[in-house]
């Protein structure tokens, strides 16, 4: 049998009576881009956010690597390689941007104590040739709050890199963005895929998720509602259903 | 500042470089520089007005000797306030770890053990905070003002309102270490705040325990979805304050060999002024030690200033009402502008 990088088994997410997510059996290979799609509520970002170890599944295994993982928290998952750039960002922006790329995974020695030398020097390293910020007015102390929403997104990005992600998943990362931003992150992602690292991409634009996805897979109403190979479809027949699945419920 | 530098700031000249710098220092710390010139503004004023009193060291002495009891719990209350919370409790909790050294001291007549259990009451009394906050969601306001009645109850009704010597405490060697003087003027307090202060900052900007408070204060969604415990990391932060108190409790205690059930009634105020004195932002997220301790001090000044300017003890409050005002304006003015 074939290993997934990671594999969701019968998972399902009540809040009280809604049910976010029925019975979803969910793949991702490895060096493959899923594409998600779905309308808002679908269910998408409980799904990622299962993955990510931030909400816990009502029933269902989650599986990294051919193995169990039980009682998935955020850190668990961080460990095992997902690192997230969450629609909302999930930047401090009141601190400083060497506090947000290390936010959660401080540097420190054993005792707890942080070595801040080290990590600004990576955050100028980042700045400089990741980020490509040539601002001088930006610099590792810089808080994040002043910074424009490219450069935010730039931070998040950088950040979910930084630390040897084998799987990285982006959700809706390109609200917000402008054109040329958007068009940088649609090579960041395909980026990704030429190291050999797994990516789930969420976007409200069909487009971008069609262009850069391996494959395709519809959520609606908490189900998984099909799954397609770009190279199986084009564009138009791919939003012809997405459309009917949205009134109806069902793909054909 | 405009982008003009682009490209050539890393071979820009030494000079350029270092008045950058200096405006980014500025910026950096523009929160501390503000409280300290508030500081060297009134030490100005009060040696002008009353250089009598603020020209001999004995002020400075009387200073060094009460400021500490506040102040130390207001190094720890910063943290609580950085993280988005607050804490009315712990004038009680002072008041509350005294019962229980007095419980223990008639029990077992071991100064030592009875300090220690005191300690241990005020990091209970912390943990519980902290686990009604955080385990049942009750907004910290709300549940400290609850603990706060809480336990000034159980130290009347373990008391029963009976104040009582602590003469005995000070043949013991807690006493000197804690409260003593050295070299017959300098007080030990005054030292354990030193100290307090400068763990309390080392804590706060040089261990993840710091990073992550200032991180729970400014998001706590983001701070979870990284993978904070930020349950853990809250109610830590409330047995600090705890274990603090109690400490400070004993030290106000031993300082006058003498214990009285309303024990810190009136610190809850002062203390909580000498934190937003000191640019700690009640929104969270933002906030230094420095200020704090700066703060504190300036609370502290006031009322002998007061007096020494020669105003009568009626104006104190007035003075207090404005500077804080004032200041607390100031830090949002400086807070907008070094954005």
Sequence with gaps: ?252 | MSSQTNGVASRSSQPVKETFRLGRFVRAHAPQLGILAVFFTLWIIFIVSAPGTFLQPQIYNAFMSTVPFFAMMAIPLTMVVIAKEIDLSFPSTMAMGMVTFLLTYNATTSVTLAFVVALITGIFIGWLNGIIIVRFGIPSLVATLGTQFFWRGAVLVLSQGVSGSLIYARASLLYPVLAGKIGGGFPTQMLWLILITILGWVLLNRHKFGAHIYLIGDNIKSAELMGINTGRTRIRVFMLLGLVSAFAGVVASLHVAFFWPSLGEGYLLRTLASVFLGGTSVFGGTGTILGTFIGAFIIGAIEAATVAVGLTGFWTQLIYGLIIVLSVIMHTFLSKRME
């Design chain 1, 1 to 252: 049998m074939e290993e997934y990088r990671l594999e969701l088994r019968n998972v399902t997410k009540k809040f009280g009576e809604v049910h976010a997510l029925d019975d979803v059996n969910f793949q991702l290979g490895r060096n493959e881009v899923v594409g998600l799609l779905g309308d808002n509520g679908a269910g998408k970002s409980t799904l990622i956010k299962i993955v990510t170890g931030y909400y816990q599944p009502t029933s269902g295994e989650v599986w990294f690597n051919g193995e169990k993982v039980d009682h998935l928290t955020v850190s668990k998952a961080r460990q095992l390689g997902v690192e997230t750039v969450y629609q909302e960002r999930a930047l401090a922006e009141l601190q400083t941007l060497w506090r947000n790329i290390f936010l959660g995974r401080e540097l420190a020695n054993r005792w707890g104590f942080l070595d801040v030398t080290t990590m600004r020097q990576e955050t100028h390293r980042l700045m400089t040739q990741s980020m490509g910020f040539t601002s001088t007015a930006v610099n590792p102390q810089s808080r994040v709050g002043t910074f424009s929403g490219g450069e935010k997104q730039g931070v998040a990005i950088v950040r979910a890199l930084y630390f040897d992600a084998e799987i990285i998943i982006l959700d809706e990362p390109t609200m917000g963005l402008s054109l040329k931003e958007t068009a940088k992150l649609v090579n960041f992602v395909q980026d990704i895929k030429m190291a050999g690292k797994s990516a789930i991409f969420i976007d409200h634009n069909i487009l971008h998720v069609y262009n850069v996805a391996d494959r395709v897979v519809v959520i609606d109403r908490g189900r998984i509602a099909g799954e397609f190979l770009p190279k199986d479809i084009n564009l138009d027949t791919l939003m012809e259903k997405m459309i009917r699945v949205a009134e109806t419920g069902s793909l054909d």
